[in-house]
């Protein structure tokens, strides 16, 4: 019988001495408690962890582990805005309090990019810097990047397979038809945005009465005075060949300029520039040449009425 109790006695004493409990405070550096703080054990040559506790709102913290097989382990503590902090304990201990120092968390830069194309309503605008590359030097060569926009050899723009109706900059039709002079050589640094303007229809009175399916073009310059245009002048020999190309350009909001001074005998068309490029400008041109016998307005008769009775 007295064998049997020392058997018992001794398996509960080897149990608790299996155990480990180590319990503690943490504080700031003005002796305040830190609630919340994470502390967690584990052995001191594995990334483990064995026990996790929470200090509360006094900043104490009890750890238990129901087995201690290793001689050395260490306490970990992360807490809020203060630094990571931690140290070696053995199986003999049973308090350890901690003190934190204060680090603010700095955060990272966060970088937001623009989507490259936005849609509000009826427009829908491209940005430039997410389409131009290093080698493009006009508009135009970042223009012909852009989804759904095309650029046919003639210097005719298409969106989605149809002609556009308006090439405007910064909202004026400088050039009527005529804009590949501009698009061709106006500098591709110049320009912020590329705005379509889907159904769009150019004749103001006619917006809300005559629905149109074609497209406009708006270009949307970086500064209130832009200057830009090409200056190129370029000769060779044997045989004899030059090439000059003067277009300078200035635009604000309310007023715009352009000239061109463009001439060279290697075969190049410069016609091609200023021909017109859209149907609706080609038709107003046209009406130039129309005879004026052709047209008639008919006299407005005043209709009778029998007289009142």
């Known amino acids: 019988m007295k064998l049997n109790l020392f058997i018992v006695l001794l398996f509960i004493a080897s149990q608790l001495f299996a155990q480990l409990s180590v319990s503690g405070s943490i504080k700031n550096e003005e002796g305040k408690p830190i609630a919340g703080a994470n502390v967690i ?6 990334d483990l962890t064995l026990a996790f506790a929470i200090t509360d709102k006094d900043g104490k913290y009890t750890l238990w582990l129901e087995e201690s097989i290793h001689e050395l382990y260490e306490v970990k503590v992360r807490a809020f805005n203060y630094a990571f902090v ?6 003999s201990s049973e308090h350890f309090d901690f003190v934190l120092t204060e680090k603010p968390i700095e955060l990272q ?3 937001i990019k623009a989507s490259p ?6 427009t829908i605008a491209y940005d430039v810097s997410n389409f131009k590359d290093i080698q493009d030097r006009s508009i135009a060569d970042v223009i012909k990047k852009m989804p759904g926009i095309e650029i046919e050899s003639s210097g005719r723009i298409l969106y989605q397979g149809e002609p556009i109706n308006k ?3 910064e909202g ?3 050039l009527g038809g005529r804009y590949a002079l501009a698009n061709e050589n106006m500098s591709a640094d110049a320009v912020d945005k590329v705005q379509i303007l889907e159904n769009h229809q150019p004749v103001k009175i006619l917006d809300s009465l005559v629905y149109s399916s074609r497209a406009a073009l708006n270009i949307k310059l970086k500064d209130k005075v832009t200057y830009s245009g090409k200056a190129e002048i370029g000769a060779g020999f044997s045989p004899t060949l030059y090439q000059v190309n003067l277009t300078p350009m200035m635009f604000t909001k309310n007023q715009q300029v352009l000239a061109s001074i463009q001439s060279n005998n290697r ?3 410069l016609q091609r520039q200023i021909n017109v490029l859209s149907l609706e400008d080609l038709l107003n041109d046209n009406e130039k040449y129309v005879n004026n016998s052709w047209l008639s307005i008919a006299g407005v008769q005043t209709p009778h009425f029998e007289s009142k009775r």
């Not at 054990?41 to 594995?46: C, K, L, M």
């Open 86 to 91: 931690s140290d070696l304990i053995n199986e």
């Open 172 to 174: 004026l039709d400088l």
């Open 117 to 122: 194309i936005r849609k509000r309503g009826d």
């Open 109 to 111: 830069e966060v970088k």
């Open 41 to 46: 054990i584990s052995p001191i040559d594995q």
């Open 267 to 269: 075969g190049e068309n």
């Open 167 to 169: 090439y405007y900059i």
